[in-house]
């Protein structure tokens, strides 16, 4: 299985900046995708940005332009820069690794989730 350690949760203001990391460690298997989903109280979790081993990535409409995805190097660590942050923005947020081959979809794994909060 693959272990992933999120860190960078905390409280700010509406209009600040965040930014989550993710270190991904034990069987990984490549090409994959990793990304960071949310969830707030009474919501589905939803994905927010996802990038890809090779470079791409994608957004939920409601970030583009106010949050950027990317990976280490070695792409084992995943990274989400969150700036213009509004209260709706205060969610749970969990980092997910995922293997793009099918028959590796048990290798799926999921972050503890980290809690970012935006006051307004």
């Known amino acids: 299985q693959v272990q992933l350690v999120e860190s960078g949760g905390v409280l700010v203001q509406a209009g600040g900046s965040l930014r989550l990391s993710c270190a991904a460690s034990?069987?990984?298997?490549?090409?994959?995708?990793m990304g960071w989903y949310r969830q707030s109280p009474g919501k589905e979790r939803e994905l927010v940005a996802a990038?890809?081993?090779?470079?791409?990535?994608n957004y939920a409409d409601s970030v583009k332009g106010r949050f950027t995805i990317s990976r280490d190097s070695a792409e084992d660590t995943v990274y989400l820069q969150m700036n213009s942050l509004q209260p709706e923005d205060t969610a749970v947020y969990y980092c997910?690794?995922?293997?793009?081959?099918?028959?590796?979809?048990?290798?799926?794994?999921w972050g503890q989730g980290t809690q970012d909060t935006v006051s307004s």
């Open positions: 034990g069987n990984i298997f490549k090409p994959n995708v």
């Open positions: 997910n690794i995922r293997p793009l081959a099918w028959h590796l979809a048990d290798y799926e794994s």
């Open positions: 990038a890809f081993t090779g470079g791409q990535k």
